[in-house]
């Protein structure tokens, strides 16, 4: 079972684990990096390797998988991507339950503090890019800690969402012509899901 969930939202999340585990750039210049300046240019860059549902389905596909769905989440309703993978798997209704341990999205200011933390370590010796990392864990948790709310969350910004949608589009396509299961009770796999 291959779960996918829109582009918008995995390049938002990628981009924060990113930062979490060091990375420098921000949203806009991860975004140049990785998605390409025309509909019909090729997703070259490494990050695509894993990350391009329709070819990843397509080499799962050539391999000889059998029985291969796919499930896209609906960002709408959480608790719905355990029932359909349960379905999807054969498992009676209300086996799975969600861990107790989440990995929390951060919100736009949170990632704000946490590059500014990492654009630090680049001018820094090796001890203290040590100190600095267990520091920002600790800014991090702190941040969590005394927040009244979430606050703002991360967006595509507006110049990059119709190269968001049209990747969309061919994730949507590419996934419909693979011959894979596509759990349709879960989603249609439309634009409000996939882009």
């Known amino acids: ?13 990628n981009w924060q684990q990113l930062i979490k585990e ?28 894993d990350q391009h549902y329709g070819q990843v389905t397509q080499r799962w596909m050539g391999s000889g998988a059998t029985n291969f769905s796919i499930l896209v989440i609906d960002p709408r309703d959480h608790a719905s991507t355990l029932r359909h ?6 498992m009676p209704t209300e086996t ?28 820094k010796s090796d001890r203290l890019v040590l100190s600095i990392e267990r520091q920002k864990r600790g800014v991090e948790r702190y941040i969590r800690d005394v927040r009244a709310d979430k606050g703002e969350a991360i967006e595509i910004p507006f110049h ?32 409000s899901h996939l882009g």
């Open 1 to 13: 079972i291959y779960i996918v969930r829109a582009p918008h939202l995995a390049l938002s999340s």
């Open 22 to 49: 060091g990375m420098r750039q921000s949203f806009p210049e991860f975004l140049d990096l990785v998605l390409p300046d025309q509909d019909d240019s090729v997703l070259d860059h490494p990050y695509w390797q």
């Open 85 to 90: 993978f349960e379905r999807a798997a054969g």
């Open 96 to 123: 799975l339950r969600p861990g107790q341990t989440i990995n929390e999205s951060i919100s736009l200011f949170e990632a704000e503090v946490l590059l500014a933390l990492n654009r630090l370590t680049t001018s």
């Open 160 to 191: 990059y969402r119709a190269r968001v949608g049209a990747l969309a589009l061919k994730f949507k396509e590419q996934l419909e012509s693979s011959g894979a299961t596509i759990d349709r009770k879960s989603t249609r796999l439309n634009s």
